[in-house]
């Protein structure tokens, strides 16, 4: 079973129109909805609920955010700067990061629908509240989010309120493990010269963004201070496909998190690594996604007692995003054979480029034991 945390307001943050995320060209006939738009979320919720896995699911409702709740990973002044853009009309930053007059509810209920996804896992064993593995259905995403800088659709960062959330709950050791195509920069940032959580993000290598993006994404990138070592960056190059995260799930996630031992593991669970996303130029299947929650199902029952919360990040391709998900969620539940078969993926791994892609990753475990020995 999987607690499905949601709240309808979460579509009401309306990114509007125009070339792909940039705003409307004059020189084009027929604009299009921003990529991080209410469809992609909407398909999603409804794939869980007439998919095949819907009696396995359960639905609970998520909730607002407290102003006090954001502040425990934001700075106080970033969010009071959010508020009032907001309750001033809104603005676009960077050119692709859109805040509306009607956006300050939907922020509010991504936040708060993940914070209640963890204290239901929290109380893991507590009655009917409780849940051990749940999903915080939200949007926008939040994996970018800084503690005082917006960036990449993202506003206030729901994996790190989660992680925050839990140690201040007496968690000793969070594992915050990041799957979406793009660098968790945002909850690197969080928790860069902290042991009490340690950050994993596995993606496409971009390096830097620009301003709103300094951190590049590298493996040198592993902490600092008390967090030395507890940053851990799994840059894979464009195209990786299924074998390549299969691969640096087994030979570089696992062992970090064995050695680690979290009492809690968060997935910051995106699907724009997928082979058609507009997004990602990675070449991830349906396959590829329920291999990689089913790693995650595994270390959970060997390392949380099965405690497991995942938080919805990117995944942009409207349609496929969504069977993309329902995949994940068949291999975190254990599902032997696949529910839902193949829609659109038809792409072979290459066998050499994974192992090159693995090899060239591998100086950041090497850099991990180094610093964990100190």
């Known amino acids: ?28 006939a027929v604009q ?6 209410a469809p992609r979320i909407a398909n999603m919720k409804s794939m869980l609920e007439r998919g095949p896995l819907a009696d396995r699911v359960r639905w609970r409702d998520g909730r607002l955010a407290e102003v006090a709740e954001l502040q425990t990973v934001h700075d106080p002044a970033y969010v009071a700067w959010v508020q009032e853009a907001i309750a001033g009309g809104g603005t676009r930053l960077y050119g ?56 990449g659709y993202c506003f206030f960062n729901h994996v790190a309120l989660a992680a925050e959330r ?11 493990v990041d799957w979406d195509v793009h660098h ?27 301003p709103s993006h300094p951190q590049t994404g590298g493996p040198s990138e592993t902490g600092l201070g008390p967090g030395a070592g507890h940053n851990v960056n799994v840059e894979l190059p464009l195209g990786s ?17 064995r050695e680690y031992d979290p009492q809690l593991i968060v997935g910051a669970c995106g699907q724009d690594a997928s082979a058609f996303d507009p997004n990602g130029r990675m070449n991830v299947t349906m396959d590829g996604f329920r291999a990689l929650g089913r790693s995650m199902g595994t270390l959970a029952d060997e390392l949380t007692d099965g405690r497991l919360l995942l938080v919805q990040e990117g995944g942009y391709a409207p349609t496929y995003a969504a069977f993309c998900l329902h ?8 599902e032997p054979e696949p529910l839902l078969q193949e829609t659109l993926a038809f792409f072979g791994d290459d066998l050499g480029t994974a192992r090159a892609a693995i090899d060239g990753v591998h100086s950041a475990l090497a850099r991990h034991w180094a610093l964990r020995a100190r």
């Open 96 to 151: 692709h990061t859109v805040l509306t007059p009607r956006s300050w509810e939907p922020l509010r209920a991504a936040a708060g629908t993940a914070l209640a996804a963890t204290d239901a896992v929290l109380a893991a064993g507590g009655g009917d509240e409780a849940a051990r593995v749940a999903l915080a259905l939200v949007r926008p995403p939040g994996h970018h989010a800084q503690p005082a800088r917006a960036d």
């Open 241 to 257: 496909g299924d074998l390549a995260y299969a691969m640096a799930f087994d030979r570089i996630v696992a062992p970090i998190l």
């Open 184 to 210: 968790g920069n945002g909850t690197q940032a969080c928790f860069y010269e902290r042991a009490d959580v340690l950050t994993i993000s596995l993606h496409m290598r971009t390096g830097l963004w620009g």
């Open 327 to 334: 995949a994940t969620l068949e291999g975190v539940l254990g």
């Open 166 to 176: 839990a140690r201040r709950a007496g968690v000793e050791r969070v594992a915050i």
């Open 1 to 28: 079973m999987i607690d499905v945390f949601w709240h309808d307001a979460v579509l009401d943050h309306d990114t509007g129109e125009g070339h792909f995320e940039l705003p409307a060209s004059p020189l084009l």
């Open 32 to 37: 299009e909805r921003h990529p991080e738009s």
